[in-house]
Antibody, heavy 121, light 107 residues
Framework: QVQLVESGGGLVNPGGSLRLSCAASGFTFTDYYMSWIRQAPGKGLEWISYISSRGRIIHYADSVKGRFTISGDNAKNSLYLQMNSLTAEDTALYYC??????????????WGQGIMVTVSS | EVVLTQSPDFQSVTPKEKVTITCRASQSIGGSIHWYQQKPDQSPKLLIKFASQSFSGVPSRFSGSGSGTDFTLTINSLEAEDAATYYCHQSSSLPHTFGQGTKLEIK
């Protein structure tokens, strides 16, 4: 069965960095677009980035552009999110999610359990 | 950016009632709307894709309709386990955006 397991979250000082990982299993990683989506405490969902099935197409939300970098390792079936210059506004539960096909127009059909990132001094 | 506005924000409903949640887009998005259910302390789960296509394993009481700018999620014969927050999501253009959510409380 499809599984997405995030790791790498935690408490970080403002201005600091973190790298999130998402280990994927149960499907052919190279056949799907993957996204990161976050949810601030008590708030709604915010899409922040996607990467195409072979990593050639990447897009970011304006709120993270220039600070966050998405990447994938097809050999390890893993998705990553390098987060730099973190601020309190980045405090959220971060989900990796699979898009249900080989394009950015598909729904997010499977989600990880989420990993918490807290930016605070 | 396509803004999605859901209504209502909150609804208190009784079991077996029929529930309708609407999602209005700030511009036409064709049929590129999807619906998710999020229960407390759980990740969102896909219910409906592309406005009206049921996702595998989703109970038949969940259905979706609409096109262009106005979309509807309908839950027929509500069950207690349907207490959750429901989100719409558009994938027609970047950035992907979500509605603000509709919280359903079961009386």
């Amino acid at each position: 069965q499809v599984q997405l397991v995030e790791s790498g979250g935690g408490l970080v000082n403002p201005g600091g960095s973190l790298r999130l990982s998402c280990a994927a299993s149960g499907f052919t990683f190279t056949d799907y677009y993957m996204s990161w989506i976050r949810q601030a405490p008590g708030k709604g969902l915010e899409w922040i980035s996607y990467i195409s099935s072979r990593g050639r197409i990447i897009h970011y939300a304006d709120s993270v552009k220039g600070r966050f970098t998405i990447s994938g390792d097809n050999a390890k079936n893993s998705l990553y999110l390098q987060m730099n210059s973190l601020t309190a506004e980045d405090t959220a539960l971060y989900y990796c999610a699979r898009q249900a096909g080989i394009s950015e127009t598909h729904a997010f059909d499977f989600w990880g359990q989420g990993i918490m990132v807290t930016v605070s001094s | 950016e396509v803004v999605l506005t859901q209504s209502p924000d909150f609804q208190s409903v009784t079991p077996k009632e029929k529930v309708t949640i609407t999602c209005r887009a700030s511009q036409s998005i064709g049929g590129s709307i999807h619906w998710y259910q999020q229960k407390p302390d759980q990740s969102p789960k896909l219910l409906i894709k592309f406005a009206s296509q049921s996702f595998s394993g989703v109970p038949s009481r969940f259905s979706g309709s609409g096109s262009g700018t106005d979309f509807t999620l309908t839950i027929n014969s509500l069950e207690a386990e349907d207490a959750a927050t429901y989100y719409c999501h558009q994938s027609s253009s970047l950035p992907h955006t979500f509605g603000q959510g509709t919280k359903l409380e079961i009386k």
